[in-house]
């Protein structure tokens, strides 16, 4: 599967913002799909995750309450809902999917599947 993320931009903070992640390829429902992110400096973090079948949701401490990843398989397509934007959310933003990864959804190392990443810059 191969993924591309788009939705990335300048913002002030407070404001929304949504992100997409768009995959190419067949039986994307059978793919749990993550969210991810770099900031300056920093490694790569976990924000949220939707798991394949079920689509129980996770998410981290830092972004619970803001941010709402959820997918639509008919479209192929993961989103993450930002909300509230800091200016500590700047970051570059990677969707990441693993086919019928049931377990350990938080962990970047087990993601086979990557998008390109894309820029949300938060100003003050």
């Known amino acids: 599967v191969q993924l591309q993320a788009s939705g990335g931009g300048l913002v002030q903070a407070g404001a929304s913002r949504r992100l997409s992640c768009l995959a190419s390829?067949?039986?994307?429902?059978?793919?749990?799909v993550a969210w991810f992110r770099q900031g300056p400096g920093k490694e790569r973090e976990f924000l949220a995750a939707?798991?394949?079948?079920?689509?129980?949701?996770y998410y981290s401490d830092s972004v619970k309450g803001r941010f709402t990843i959820s997918r639509d398989n008919a479209k192929n397509t993961v989103y993450l809902q930002m909300n509230s934007l800091k200016p500590e959310d700047t970051a570059v933003y990677y969707c990441?999917?693993?086919?019928?990864?049931?377990?350990?959804?938080?962990?970047?190392?087990?993601?086979?599947?990557w998008g390109q990443g894309t820029q949300v810059t938060v100003s003050s």
């Open positions: 390829g067949r039986a994307f429902n059978s793919y749990s």
């Open positions: 990441a999917a693993d086919r019928d990864r049931a377990y350990a959804v938080t962990i970047e190392s087990l993601y086979d599947y």
């Open positions: 939707v798991r394949y079948g079920t689509s129980r949701l």
